[in-house]
C-alpha cells in the first residue's frame, strides 16, 4: 500500500492505490472552497515526491509556471504510488514573531510555542544571543474534529475516545514542528519547549478533562502549568528536556493572555492599558502594576469571517480591505487576481465603508435590498452583517463592563494592545467607526503574536519566571461575564452601530 507523506505537519498515512486525494484531505481538514470542481485553486497542493497526472482542470486553473513547480489541485486526482506533498492551506499565513526580545545569556536552545485554535506558530531561539534561529508555522490538525474550541470540547466528550484523539493530533503536530526546527537548525542542546494556548487548548494538550469548560460557569480542571517529559509525549527528543505549557489564568483566558501580558508589559507599568485578542472568544485584560481584571466573551466566528457566507481566511483571494472612491466600491485582494471571499479584516472594512455610504444603518439593516454584491462573485448578506454585530457587541461590552469594575473610563486608557491575526491587519479605525472598539483609535497598538512573544520571554528570562509563572497567574482577577447579570443589557447596548 503506498505511503502519503503530508507537509509541513509530517502526517503519514498509508492509502489505497486509485484513492482520490480528496477523500483522503477532507478528514485531515483541508478544504475544498468551490466543492472540488477544479475552479477555485484553493485545494492548492504542492508534488514534492512521487507524480500526480495533471487534469484537463489543473491545465485550466494552475499556470505553466505552477504546473512545472508541481503545484497540482487536490480535487482533481488519485494517488497512484508514495508521494510527499506540501498542503498549501497548512502553511497559509500565520502570525509569527521577529521581536528581538531581552534575554539572560545562558548555553542550549528553546522552542516558544503558540497553540491557537486554529494556528501554530513555533519559534526556536538561541538561549546565548536570543537569536532565533528558525519559525515554523502550521493549521492545528485539531480542526478535522471542529474549528472552534466548543466545538472541540463537545467532540472530546462525545466522540469515542474524542479526548485522546485531539490529545494525540496536538501533540504530534507541535512535537513533528519542535522536531523540524531542532534537525533544521543542526542543533543538539535543545533545553525547553515552552507552550501556550487558551484554555481548552492547554487542556486537550495535557490530557486533562475538559467537562467542566463544557457549561455554565465554565470553569477549567486546573490552571496550573503542565509539565511532560518527551516520552510521555511520544516525542523523540532527548528525556532531559522540559516541556511546559504554561498556567491558564481563569474560566476561558488561558496562557496565551498570560504571555500576552508579559509581551505587552501591562503588568509592570503605572499607566491603565488593555490588552484584546479578537478571535472566535475574545480575551479582555485591563489592568496596570497595582491591579489586573480578565475577562473572556464569546464573539462567534465573524473576526476569522467562519460564519459569513463568503467568509475565508486570510488567503490568495481574500478581500482584505475596502475603498470608496470616486462613488465605487474598489476592493483590495490578497495576492492580486479576482476575488474568492472576505476575510474578517476585510469584513470590517467593507461595513465601515457600507456605513459611511448609507449602505447600512445603525440598526446593521440594508438601506436598499436584502445583499449587497462588494465585487463579483462576493456578497455580503444580512446575516453576515448581524454576525459582526454579534460579534463587536461582546467585545465592546465586555471592556466596558470590566472598566465600570475597575471604576475607570475609556479616556483613561493609556493603551490598547490589539493581540492575534485579526487584531494585527484590522483598520484601527474602521473599528472604531463601527463602535467594536470606542477609545480613540491613536491609543490602539497592534501587539501582533503577542501569545508566541510572551512565550519567548518566558524561555530566554529564567530569572523573571517566577514573577509571570507564579505571581502573575495569581494576581489576574477572572471576572465571568456570563453570570454577570449587566451582561446583557451592556451587549444589546453595543449591537447598533454608532454614528461616527
Ligand atoms: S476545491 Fe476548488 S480547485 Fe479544488
Keep these: 500500500m503506498p505511503t502519503l507523506r503530508l507537509l509541513p505537519l509530517g502526517v503519514e498515512t498509508p492509502v489505497r492505490t486509485g484513492s482520490s486525494l480528496s477523500d483522503i484531505l477532507f478528514p485531515l481538514g483541508v478544504e475544498f ?53 506540501e498542503i498549501e492551506q497548512w502553511t497559509a499565513h500565520v502570525l509569527g514573531d521577529d521581536t528581538h526580545c531581552a534575554f539572560e545569556p545562558r548555553p ?54 474524542g479526548a485522546g484523539r485531539l490529545a494525540s493530533l496536538i501533540r504530534g503536530a507541535a512535537g513533528a514542528l519542535t522536531a523540524d526546527l531542532v534537525r533544521a537548525a543542526g542543533r543538539a542542546d535543545l533545553r525547553a519547549v515552552w507552550l501556550c494556548g487558551n484554555t481548552v487548548m492547554h487542556h486537550l494538550f ?3 478533562d475538559v467537562e467542566p469548560l463544557s457549561h455554565v460557569p465554565f470553569e477549567p480542571s486546573t490552571l496550573a502549568a503542565l509539565r511532560f517529559t518527551p516520552r510521555e509525549l511520544g516525542w523523540t527528543l532527548p528525556e532531559q528536556v522540559e516541556v ?23 503588568a509592570e507599568r503605572e499607566e491603565l492599558a488593555a490588552l484584546l485578542d479578537l478571535g472566535t472568544n475574545g480575551e479582555i485584560v485591563l489592568g496596570n502594576r497595582h491591579r489586573l481584571l480578565a475577562a473572556s466573551t464569546a464573539a462567534g466566528p465573524a473576526f476569522e469571517a467562519g460564519c459569513i457566507s463568503m467568509g475565508m481566511r486570510a488567503a490568495e483571494g481574500a478581500i482584505t480591505h475596502v475603498y470608496f472612491r470616486d462613488g465605487a466600491f474598489e476592493c483590495r485582494v490578497l495576492g492580486g487576481g479576482g ?17 459611511q455610504t448609507g449602505l447600512i444603518g445603525p440598526g446593521g439593516r440594508f438601506t436598499n435590498g436584502k ?34 469594575q475597575w471604576g475607570a473610563s475609556l479616556e483613561s486608557l493609556h493603551a490598547v494592545y490589539l493581540a492575534g491575526a485579526f487584531g494585527n491587519y484590522v483598520d484601527v479605525t474602521d473599528a472604531w467607526r463601527l463602535g467594536l472598539l470606542e477609545m480613540d483609535p ?58 461616527r
Design 339 to 355: 476575488p474568492r471571499g472576505i476575510c474578517g479584516s476585510g469584513l470590517v472594512s467593507a461595513v465601515a465603508r457600507a456605513r
Design 244 to 266: 511546559v505549557f504554561l498556567p491558564c489564568i481563569g474560566g476561558f483566558v488561558g496562557s496565551d493572555i498570560l504571555a500576552g501580558i508579559a509581551a505587552t508589559g501591562i
Design 371 to 404: 445583499e449587497w454584491l462588494l465585487a463579483d462573485p462576493v456578497r455580503l448578506t444580512q446575516g453576515d452583517i448581524r454576525q459582526l454585530q454579534l460579534a463587536k457587541g461582546a467585545i465592546a461590552a465586555g471592556l466596558r463592563l470590566l472598566l465600570e
Design 206 to 208: 495535557g490530557g486533562v
Design 33 to 85: 472552497p468551490c466543492g472540488g470542481q477544479g475552479t477555485c485553486g484553493g485545494c492548492r497542493v504542492r508534488l514534492l515526491q512521487g507524480e500526480l497526472a495533471i487534469s484537463p482542470e489543473m491545465r485550466q486553473t494552475l499556470t505553466d509556471e505552477e504546473l512545472r513547480a508541481g503545484w497540482r489541485l487536490a480535487c482533481c486526482t488519485r494517488v497512484t504510488g508514495d508521494l510527499t506533498l
Design 108 to 161: 542550549g536552545c528553546a522552542v516558544a510555542f503558540d497553540v491557537g485554535t486554529t494556528t501554530l506558530a513555533a519559534q526556536l531561539v538561541d538561549l546565548e544571543t536570543g537569536a532565533i534561529l528558525g519559525v515554523r508555522t502550521a493549521l492545528n490538525p485539531q480542526a478535522v474534529l471542529g474549528a472552534d474550541i466548543m466545538t472541540r470540547v463537545k467532540a472530546a466528550l462525545e466522540q469515542r475516545d
Design 442 to 499: 491613536q491609543r490602539v497598538v497592534p501587539a501582533g503574536n503577542a501569545a508566541l512573544r510572551g512565550a519567548k520571554l518566558i524561555a530566554l528570562n529564567p530569572s523573571a519566571r517566577d514573577r509571570w509563572l507564579r505571581d502573575l497567574p495569581s494576581r489576574v482577577v477572572h471576572v465571568s461575564l456570563h453570570t454577570d447579570p449587566r451582561f446583557q443589557d451592556t451587549f444589546v447596548d453595543c449591537l447598533a452601530f454608532p454614528e
